[in-house]
């Protein structure tokens, strides 16, 4: 069992935090279909940033199961100390670090995986924030700044180290962005090297893509992003095989029809109509990705501008599949 400070998690799936993506109506539906463990949108630690309109709605953990986790980026250790500290008064439970972003800049500063180069910059960020709070204080990494430079060994040990109670890697590297395949080795150094929980991260994209990269890392726990993507099931795919070693059927349509509708309700209700229905175009994307007709429902459905009518254009569409299939 994988515990995070006081958490124990009720397994070992774990969401991937996603900006544009994690928001709280998918984390939400995620922990629902059976990821164990979920981390919000990465929050700048400029504090002129905090009372934004989109700062607002990443920290938003309403209604949301424990523990809530707040993921904190920036490169200024005394910044990223006072933002954790916000946080943790806001009601964050845990506090992930992000050091595994690709971005160049996070609000003008090098941030994110460009930290991986200044491994004493690290160091002094982790010793901040673990410093700054009570809580437990968790970081996601990539395994360097580049192929010829993979230290997230010594990351890794200098975060065990400096009180991280818990690390997410992603086996590539930052110069890698999100080219080539992830790179495991690296991770399963990690794993035997140090003896906080590790989640391993980067391309799990289906049951048994999940067990090979357990079996290749020894990995306590599995951190899945892009898949969860349109496909929310993939948790409890993946928990049914780690269970018992049997594959479960993909969801009927029903099911998916279902799950779609509450997911856009969501969406609706906590961004309000006109930005829920923008922000659900790319998700309905995601789910119709493969269907029969997906495409053309598509381009339909980024035209349409009134949120009672996208999930209209949904509900046909599902009737008529239905229809189809009787
Ligand atoms: C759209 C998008 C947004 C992301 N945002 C974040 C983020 O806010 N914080 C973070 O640590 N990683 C972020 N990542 C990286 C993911 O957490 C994850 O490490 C990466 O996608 C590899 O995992 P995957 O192959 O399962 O997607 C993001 C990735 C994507 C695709």
Redesign the pocket.
């Given at each position: 069992m994988i515990s995070i400070g006081p958490y124990s998690l009720p397994n070992r799936l774990a969401l991937?935090?996603?900006?544009?993506?994690?928001d709280l109506p998918f984390r939400r539906l995620c922990r629902e279909l059976g990821a164990g463990y979920v981390?919000g949108?990465?929050l700048s630690s400029d504090p002129r940033l905090r009372q934004t309109r989109k700062s607002l709605l990443r920290a938003n953990h309403e209604g949301e199961p424990e523990p809530r986790a707040v993921?904190i980026?920036g490169a200024d250790p005394a910044w990223m100390a006072d933002a954790a500290q916000y946080n943790v008064d806001q009601g964050a439970q845990i506090i992930?670090i992000?050091?595994?972003?690709p971005a160049k800049k996070v609000c003008n500063k090098l941030a994110?995986s460009a930290l991986l180069e200044d491994e004493r910059l690290v160091e002094a960020i982790l010793r901040a924030v673990v410093g700054a709070v009570d809580a437990p204080v968790t970081l996601?990494i990539r395994t360097g700044p580049d192929p010829q430079r993979r230290n997230g060994l010594r990351i890794a040990r200098v975060a065990e180290q400096a009180g991280i109670s818990a690390l997410?890697v992603?086996g590539?590297t930052r110069a890698d962005r999100?080219n080539g395949n992830?790179e495991f080795r690296t991770i399963a150094r990690i794993c035997r090297a140090v003896s906080i929980p590790v989640f391993a991260?980067?391309?799990?994209?289906s049951p048994a893509e999940a067990l090979r990269i357990l079996d290749l890392t020894g990995a306590d726990g599995l951190?899945?992003?892009?898949?969860?993507q349109g496909n929310p099931w993939i948790f409890r795919e993946i928990q049914a095989v780690l269970e018992t070693g049997q594959g479960i059927d993909p969801p009927a349509e029903a099911d998916v029809h279902a799950v779609l509708t509450r997911h856009l309700r969501g969406l609706h209700a906590f961004y309000g109509p006109r930005q829920g229905l923008r922000v659900a175009r790319k998700h309905i994307g995601w789910y119709l990705k493969d269907r029969p007709g997906g495409k053309a429902l598509r381009a339909r459905l980024m035209r349409v501008e009134d949120a009672t009518q996208q999930l209209q254009l949904i509900d046909n569409h599902f009737q008529t599949a239905r229809r189809h299939a009787a």
């Open positions: 991937a935090p996603m900006a544009g993506v994690t981390v949108e990465m993921q980026a992930d992000n050091m595994g972003c994110g996601k997410a992603h590539r999100f992830a991260n980067g391309d799990i994209s951190m899945v992003g892009r898949a969860a």
